[in-house]
């Protein structure tokens, strides 16, 4: 097949400021013009702030990687989410997000990995099963399929309880809520006003995060009784809750792990959701692959070290977060006044970094729009992929959960692909659009089969 996967059309080079700003609102992944797909940087002026989007590599690394200290988040993307996240890692700067992350980190370590494995195929089982219903042939929302499966797998290595819990499954349900109501993660970088302006919060935005916040404070206080008492399972809330800081010789208290929680939950399992949706898509628009899939999945054992040898299901997961990457931009703020390419950044102005126009750009990419999970093992592919490819951010600010997810995305895919076949549906292809994270305007609705003689 030579066509490729779905793209969302970009708006003309030229419109006014107030156009861009409405389109903006709908998307920002559509509001965005073609020549981002091929210029190294772009500057947006608005009448308060400048924001440049940068896609040259060198560039780029010298604001993840060299110097992440002189290139923090910005407040402006803090304001939409904070009521939620509160003090998470996710938002802070400086001390407390070096803090936070060291007593974060060892939690998500290759050596701990292992122990979160059974979780991961435990939610992989269940959902399997939950889907003997819906393999009917008839055309199913595969988002809200893998959103379910997702959150699954959090809860289980967090907290080592199953979405059916009942706190889990209002958690759950919360969230979709404030997904509903707090849409777009990245707005508030690009939209002219002070930054002392008040974002714009619906009541219900506030409401639902509060709820969130609620259920979340009765788990991590009931985990830590079960600390005191000696009897709490070993898993990932046991493990951040007890690491000790060795620089401050701290833990963190009640709020500063409600605050952790709340992050995991969200950029664990939206992410996660998102890149596997995407990926059956992908895998029913190009059957052969899912063929190749399939063969490697049955022959899969089941076990950890079994992994390594699903070579083509990780080919598929990292193309898939090549062409639709969960997080599709990320913004920082200039704390120091730089030059970029030779044009004068002034202190305080917002730097874009867009995996979406990164992965798909055409100087750095052979045919960036096209789906080929085998350009991964060519000399080409290797060297825009040490370039051009960052999914997870790159530097020290990178995903806490890198390594996790990749794991978590071969064994879903794995595990659903040995059960069930999936076919796309005439006429229903999906546009991709940014909400939170990168998702189809419409849904994904595929058709799933089961494989079973
Ligand atoms: C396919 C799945 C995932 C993708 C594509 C992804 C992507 C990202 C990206 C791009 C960032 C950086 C955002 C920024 O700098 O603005 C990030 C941060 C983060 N992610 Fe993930 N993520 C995924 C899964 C997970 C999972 C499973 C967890 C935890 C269980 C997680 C936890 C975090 C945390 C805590 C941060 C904040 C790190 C910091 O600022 O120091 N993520 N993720």
Redesign the pocket.
């Known amino acids: 097949m030579d066509m490729h996967p779905p793209k969302p059309a970009s708006r003309p080079d030229k419109v006014s400021l107030w156009r861009y700003l409405r389109l903006f609102r709908k998307d920002i992944l559509s509001a965005q013009p073609n020549k981002l797909y091929r210029a190294w940087m772009a500057e947006f002026r608005t009448p308060f702030f400048r924001s440049y989007l940068v896609n040259d590599p060198t560039l780029l690394k010298e604001v993840l990687q060299a110097r992440p200290d002189d290139f923090p ?1 910005s407040d402006r993307i803090g304001a939409g989410l904070r009521p939620l996240l509160g003090n998470s ?2 938002l802070t700067n400086g001390a407390t ?1 070096k803090r936070q ?1 060291r007593i974060i980190d060892p939690a998500f370590e290759g050596g701990r990995l292992r122990e979160t494995f059974p979780g991961i195929q435990a939610a992989a089982d269940a959902g399997v099963s939950r889907m003997t219903d819906q393999a009917d042939g008839m055309p199913q929302e595969i988002e809200a399929i893998t959103s379910h499966i997702a959150a699954d797998v ?1 809860f289980r290595t967090l907290f080592s309880i199953p979405i059916e819990d009942d706190t889990a499954q209002q958690v759950f349900e919360a969230f979709r809520a404030y997904q509903r109501s707090q849409p777009i993660l990245n707005l508030a970088a690009f939209v002219p006003g002070p930054s002392w302006m008040p974002r714009l919060f619906r009541p219900q935005t506030r409401a639902t995060a509060k709820t969130i916040r609620l259920l979340i404070t009765k788990l991590t206080k009931e985990r830590l009784a079960l600390i005191a008492t000696g009897q709490a399972p070993d898993d990932l809330a046991t493990k951040i809750l007890t690491t000790v800081d060795p620089v401050t010789g701290d833990t963190f208290d009640l709020d500063e792990m409600v605050d952790q929680v709340a ?2 939950f969200l ?2 399992h939206e ?2 959701a998102s ?1 596997l949706a995407w990926a059956l898509y992908l895998l029913a628009l190009y059957p052969d692959w899912q063929d190749k899939l399939a063969k490697e999945a049955d022959a899969f054992d089941g076990s950890f070290s079994g992994l390594s040898a699903l070579k083509h299901t990780r080919d598929v997961f990292r193309e898939t ?1 090549r062409l639709y ?3 599709p931009m ?1 913004v920082r703020e200039t704390a120091l006044s730089e030059v970029f390419r030779g044009r004068q950044v002034d202190k305080g102005a917002q730097i874009v970094v867009s995996p979406w126009h990164l992965h798909r750009h055409s100087r750095l990419w052979d045919q960036p729009d096209a789906f080929d999970p085998s350009r991964w093992d060519t000399d080409s592919g290797k060297v825009s992929a040490r370039q051009a490819y960052m ?3 790159l530097g020290a ?1 990178v ?4 390594g ?2 990749q794991i ?2 071969v064994v879903l895919l794995a595990q659903i692909l040995k059960a069930y076949k999936f076919e796309v549906v005439d006429g229903r292809s999906p546009v991709p659009v940014a909400h939170l994270t990168v998702r189809a305007a419409d849904g994904i609705w595929l058709r799933i089969v089961s494989r079973a003689p």
Do not use: D, N
């Not at 995903?399 to 890198?402: D, E, H, R, V």
């Open positions: 988040k890692v996710f997000w992350r959090i992050i995991f950029a664990g992410t996660s890149a977060l990457p969960p997080v990320m999914p997870f951010s600010r995903c806490a959960g890198a996790f997810a978590e995305g």
